[in-house]
Each structure stands twice: as C-alpha cells, then as structure tokens.
C-alpha cells in the first residue's frame, strides 16, 4: 500500500520523514540521560531493534550536556543504518538550548509541547531551531493541553444554540493548540518541511479523530501515537488499533509506540510492534512473514504448531545473516497449515508451504513451492526435511 497523503518532505538530521518515503520509526530512552552509559546501552537495544528515530528527556542542564556524547557514541557503535536524535523539552527548553548551544547543535529535532512551553520559551526554542536548522515536532497532548485553548473553545460552545459534546472539544482544541502553534512557528521562521505535528491522546477514537482532522486541515508531516497506551496486551492492541486505522487511510509519517515498561520485557518491544503493524498492512516488510494455522477440533495433533514455531525460531536466528546473503527474502511468504480445509489454499497462495495432516487424514505432508506441488513429505522426519527444503528455497531464489 502506497502512501497518497502529500506531505512536506522533513529532513531530520541523516532522515527524510513525509513525501514519498516509507513511514519512520521512533522509540524513547526510559534512562536518566545524564546517565551516559545506561543511555547509550539502551540507545543501541533500541537501534539494533530498527528504530530510526530515538528520543531523549532532556529536563534540567546535567541531561543536555550528556546529550551530545551520546549521539556521537550510538553513531559510531551503530552504522547499519541513519538514525535521528530528538531531544523531549518541557518547561525549560528554551533555558537548556541556550546554557549548552553543543546539546542543540548535536540534536537532529526538538520536541516542543505548546501546552507545557508559555510564549517566551516556545518562541526561543523555535528561534534556536532556526539558527540551527534543526527540525522541531509541535506535540500536543491530551493531558497536558493548552488550557487557555480549551476554556476558550468550551466558552464559545456553551453560547452556540447547538453546542457540541465536550468530548468533541476537546479535539478541537487539539487540534487548533497544533495547528496554530505550527502556524505560529513559521511566522518565527521555521519551513513548513522542518516541522512535525502529533496530537496525541489517550483514548484510541479520540486520537483517530483527532488525526484525521489535523490531516484534513493541514499538510504537515504527521507523527502518529496514543499519549500512554497502556502495558502488556493491552498497549499492544489499543496502539495497532489505533496506528492501523490511520496508516489504512494514509495517515501518518512517522510512529510511535507507547508501551508502559514491563521489567521482563526489552524497551525494544515498542519497535516490534511498530514493525509488525507496518508489515501487517504490507507498508514495509521486515522478515519473512509466516501464515500458520490456529488449530480446531481437525488438528488434535501439536505437529503443526511445533513446526511453526520452529520456523519462526529459525528466522529469528537466521535473519541478519539472510538479509545480508539474501537480499529480499524478508518479503517471503511462508504457510504452516494444519489439515486439509484451508491447508492446500494457502499454500498455493504463499511462496512455500506444508500442509500437515489433520484428525483422519493420511499421514503425509504436501509441500508446495511458488504455488505448485512440489513433494509429499511422510515420517517422523517431516520436520527436518521441510526446514531443509526451505533453507535451500531460500538460497535458490534469493542468491
């Protein structure tokens, strides 16, 4: 699916976010910044994941002095790919910018919230980013929105003879809290191509909402998240739902997961599951994608989805190393199905596939490759050999 939402293109340091290029990824340090190494550390997790743009709080001077030495460390331990640095301001931006000028060269983008910047610190820090042609995103937030912006609006509302819910308002005010501060930022001098716009909630229908109207009103390159998702499933569901709605109708240039951390898990979750909500919706392909079966009352046996897991295992193991032999064979197609109802049908529609055998049928496995049947596999070395068909599928078409 090709993006048809024009959009100014941003250059954010070594990236190009809007126009015509595949949608970005962001992630955000948890560390204290000042904390050089734990910054870096998690910099890199978050790099090597396929983050492109990584954020950083930069609250009080100590942070943005060890900004810089963290950008150059992250660049030189990572050159796979271009990366970004914004820094997260609140409050003192302007003060930060101006007490250490080598933490504002070093950023590639500031993040200004106009809801927590009065007029004096949203105006330097814009100035700052236009001595220093940097590009600035203008993020609002649901929970902390412009006051004056909402009272005005909830005021006119209460005159009009049909007013709105207060829910619809609030959006608007959103919506106009972004708008005008973008507006405004131009008049200071920043190019329409070096600003960013987010307006983020965290309500998945208020945040679709919200979106949809800034895109209807404006051309600015878009940065789409919910405020807090939430943890666990929960923050994985209401991010896809929200992410999926918008990109599906070409919503967006760049995104963001906000998952409450989980000791157990990697800050790098946030970057899967953007991944996997880019390649849910074919925008970007990371890995090969693996249709398998979900089991029924036909599948009593677990041969299926041990077999699924170890192909998901063996990508998992094999992909840097493919990707660099095997240019492209992240946009392979492979099926693992379980019986004979929808096992043949998505085989024929996958690049290569098994269908095992189900409750009652014969205990053979039919392969097929680019659609066509290739082998019928029997035995208790099915296994192995649909791995070994598979590496040397893998070999042959992408060499």
């Avoid at 990824?25 to 998690?42: C, E, F, Y």
């Avoid at 951390?261 to 919706?281: A, D, G, H, T």
Wanted: proline share 4%; with cysteine.
């Amino acid at each position: 699916m090709k993006k048809t939402r024009s959009t100014p293109e941003v250059h954010i340091g070594p990236l190009k976010m809007g126009g015509d290029n595949p949608i970005v990824i962001q992630s955000m340090t948890n560390t204290d910044t000042s904390d050089i190494d734990a910054t870096v550390a998690q910099a890199l997790e978050l790099a090597h994941a396929g983050a492109q743009v990584i954020r950083m709080t930069v609250n009080d001077e100590a942070a943005a002095k060890a900004v810089p030495e963290i950008i150059t460390r992250v660049r030189t331990q990572f050159e796979l790919n271009p990366m970004a640095f914004v820094g997260d301001f609140h409050f003192n931006g302007n003060k930060l910018l101006k007490a250490v000028p080598d933490c504002a060269q070093a950023l590639d983008k500031y993040r200004i919230n106009p809801g927590n910047a009065d007029d004096t610190n949203f105006k330097e820090m814009v100035e700052i980013a236009v001595q220093h042609q940097k590009a600035v995103r203008i993020g609002v937030n649901g929970g902390s929105l412009d006051q004056k912006v909402l009272d005005n609006l909830m005021e006119l509302n209460a005159q009009s003879p049909t007013p709105l819910a207060a829910g619809n308002i609030f959006i608007k005010a959103m919506v106009k809290s972004a708008l005008n501060s973008a507006q405004l930022a131009e008049s200071y001098g920043l190019k329409k191509n070096q600003i960013v716009v987010s307006v983020k909630i965290s309500e998945v229908n208020q945040v679709v909402a919200a979106y949809q109207s800034v895109a209807e009103q404006s051309d600015y390159c878009l940065h789409l998240g919910l405020t807090e998702a939430g943890s666990g499933l929960q923050g994985v569901v209401q991010s896809s739902v929200a992410l999926g709605i918008l990109l599906n109708q070409n919503i967006g240039d760049t995104i963001r997961v906000s998952l409450t951390p989980n000791k157990n898990v990697p800050r790098s979750e946030e970057v899967e599951v953007c991944k996997q909500i880019l390649q849910s919706l074919d925008l970007q392909r990371f890995r090969p994608k693996v249709v398998s079966c979900p089991g029924c009352g036909r599948t009593t046996s677990t041969f299926f989805q041990d077999l699924a897991l170890r192909v998901n295992n063996l990508i998992d193991q094999e992909l840097s190393h493919w990707k660099k032999e095997f240019p492209g064979v992240e946009n392979l197609n492979i099926a693992v199905m379980g019986c004979v109802v929808n096992g043949p049908g998505e085989s024929k529609n996958s690049d290569i596939a098994i269908s095992l055998p189900g409750k009652m049928e014969k205990a053979q496995a039919p392969v097929y490759i680019d659609g066509q049947l290739s082998v019928w596999l029997k035995g208790d070395a099915i296994e192995n050999q649909f791995i070994e068909i598979l590496k040397d599928y893998i070999k042959t078409r992408f060499a």
